[in-house]
């Protein structure tokens, strides 16, 4: 079942001479339960095009529906809602909110829906992340690690059409990033999660059931694998 | 380092964009704060040169000294100069005693030489012009055998006491006692040194109010207040403790403003000092190098500020003068130890308020701990239904920040607050001079007196001469004595001109020929505030009565009229009166004078003393022809007051203090904007960042509106509520120390004008900051926020 499709998107910066193209005619499709890897080189235009995805960058032209509905012709509060229902963001610098606890930061999707906390999928969520005994910290008493699976956590809370992840591992150690990326695949199976995740280490990509490389803002590969190695 | 040095003057040179706020605000606080100086400086000396001029520049006189005495004064190691004088004898004329004194010191310092020169001999004397146009002495006359030689305007030495006395000088010694004028060599502790000289004099004191006030003593008080030294330890701390609170509220608004301003140009450039730091400058050297630019920063403003502060109290000066026409003239005085106490404090303020964000920005090791601590693990409730219902989740959001983050909170409640004491305070404190120059009236009118003292003219001539110049004015012509009545208060027994009589009579209804009482007084209630009240109990008081004190044997002889018909009244007739007065016809004023008067004091002098008033706006025409009538009869001793001209040039110089005031406020309200916006624009720009994570996970823009309006209001609450008792504190507190051994005490008012100024700017700020702010998220892309922050 096809969740997310993206059409002809163009991302252009600057004007005349100064112009670049960030993403050039960029078609996609991605179907629900894929988790998909978004490789490529620095300055390719992997983040702009997870940016278009999530709803929190405008394409210059193109157009990309979420559950078929378009989501660059919404109002900003129906973006909004759908930014805070459907997708879920993970970024390389955790971006946390830094006066709220980690309890507070992984409900804050929610809070922000008016939405009760299913306190069952909760508790699941943070014995899976390993985060229970860190509830009442705030961000900065937190490691790098425990800070990205905050950000997972909140990404997830709201059980979103699709997760969306630019370079989660950026930011951290090699055994930090093969857990996080684990728990990304976890999820992804256990949940029937969609997830894409940006990423430039080809290790971390063999976690993922399809690879999408990118190069000067067009998608030069795109394979999906149906068993995953270990 | 000296890399990282010439990186500082590399950066101010290729960023000098960013630093403009920065100098900006140096540059406004330096002129501030020298502008101060010079015009304390300006006015400290015109009152040093206003003293010196009324009364010499010695510190204190003693009067009636022996030999013995002069030669323990010479012995004074605190003494740095003395300078003697005896008297010599006395000149009896039919009106008049000359008192002639003597000395060997420099005239020069104590007596303006209006023609001719200083006597150089026993033989030579100077009198006063006063003398001079009263006897129509002219330079080279005699006075018995004394030959004036040169003739003064005013003398500081003996201070003319009396109408009937005047004051002359010759040069030499004699074997009298001695006036000594002493010069101290420093004003340190000098009331103690004075009180030491006189004890070492043997004199007596009693002790008063304000300090020993010794026999024979004359203290030069207004010169050595000028300088700031006062008799009342009291008075001395109540000048400086307000000095140093009003210097204190500066530096923190200075500070404020600087502190504002250095955090915004260096947020603007926190990349390069991360930058600088990923290779391995040191967290002291990026200290350093910012701190050499904020040096080199205030060097650069400082002659900009110097010359524009030269110039506003420069023209201040001149607007003052010129308003004041001849009445005072104040010359600008640069003062080299308050300019250079001005240049410290600048430097310290600067160092001080820029020192912090050079510290947060240089990421030192001290200020993080105090970061990090600040935001706590506080355990807040899980929710808030009561800030949900109002606020919404986003409501909840802000509130939760608030509570944890303090530090930032309560930085910017702070200097919110400070702004607004510092709006309210020195407001409050600039109206009540405003008040002080409204309550300052005078009568509206021109006064002559025509006292006869055996003239040579009939005064007749004189008022037919007025009558001609003032035939289109009002005028009253009243005849006036002064006598007491049976409790002894003071009486006016007043006849005015048939005409005005009449008028006056029709005014308030009186047709017979009865004696009109003006019964009206004015009184200190318990309040010490001047009240208006009736001076005679009118029911009681059936007929008329005067009488005479002899003052030797304090007994009253008391005086009848012969009438009964008394008419009460608080109606005033054209201002004229002041105080319980009886208002009689002319016939009923020459009776009283002539018969029941005789043998007591000159009874023609009362008869024919003239008091004339004229009501005018010609005032000015009026003054020039009045004066030439003075001039004409000059050997007539006119008494003339232009009361009218002296409220009209009042007037004009209060309406330009004014409007400086108002400007002062002005300019005080307009930098107080200006720092609220500062530090509430820095706040939301530190927390752009923020902002765009809340949005981009799924916060609408209604909502992150309402999240920033809770904390607008809370902000608003807040430095309301910590603001104003403070700020009130504050004014009384400046009320209280002015108020301190004071007769004339300070009413206070409640700022209410200013309490209400400050409470709707404050909220239109922050309702202005709050739309700034969220029009400019709006604009932004919430990617490339999250991204500016995250490098
Ligand atoms: N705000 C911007 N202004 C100008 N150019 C940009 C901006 N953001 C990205 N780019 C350019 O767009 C291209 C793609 O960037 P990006 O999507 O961040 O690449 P990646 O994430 O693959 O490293 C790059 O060439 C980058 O220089
Ligand atoms: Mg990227």
Redesign the interface.
Known sequence: MEILKACNLMKTYGEDNNIVYALKDLSLTINKGEFVAIVGSSGSGKSTLL?IL?G???PTSGNVYLNEKDIYTLN??DL??????E?G?I???Y???????VR?NIK??L????KEVDENYFNELINLLNLSNRL???P??LSGGEQQRVGIA?AFINHPSIILADEPTGNLDKANSLEIVKLLNEANKKYNQTIIMVTHDLNLAKYASRIITISDGQIIDDKVYNEKSE | MKSLNSLAIHNLKNNSKKTIPTIISIILTSTLLISIGLAVSTWQKARIEDATHFNGDYHVMFLGLTSTQKDTLEKDPNINKIDLMQEVESIYTEDLTINIYTSLMDYQNYIDLATGKFPTNEKEIIISSNLAKRKNYKLNDYINTYKIVGIYNKNKIISNVDYASETAFISGTNNNSYYAFIHYKNLHNIYDKIYDTADKLGLDYEVNKVGRNYENTYINSSLLNAYGKYENKINELQMYSLISLILYILALFCALAIYNSFTISLQERKKQISILSSIGASKKQIFKMLMLEVFLLTLISLPIALLLSLGIVQSIIILINNSLHNLVNYKLSINIVFLLISILFIFLTVFISSMVPALEISGSSLINSIKNVKIKTKKLKENYPFIRKCFGSEGEVAYKNIKRNRRKFITSITALTISLILFITLSSVINYFINATNSMKLANDIRINLPDKNQVVDNEEVLNEIRAITEEEELVISKQAHFFNENKQIVQLVSLDPFNYNKYKRQIKVSNDEAIIYNVGNFLNENDEEITKEVIDSSKTKSLSICFIDYTTNELYPCYINLNNLYFTTQNYLDVFNGLTYVVSIDTFNQVVDNYLSGYANNQNFKNNYSIIINSNRFRELDKEINDIINKYSHVDIYYENNALINYNNNHTLLIIKLILYIVIFLIAFTSILNIFNVLNTSMELRSSEFSILRSIGMSEKGLKKMIKLESLMLMGNTLIYGIPLSLGIVYLIKYILNIDVTNKIIFKFPTIYVIISIIGIILIILLIMTYSINKLKKKNIIETIREDGI
């Open positions: 940016h999530g929190v960058d405008k900003d509060d909004s809602k759908l930014r805070r229902k997708i963001l970024y390389q610098f971006n946390l909110i830094p006066t709220l606890n507070e804050l999707p809070l922000l829906d008016k009442t910290h705030l900065n008493e909140r």
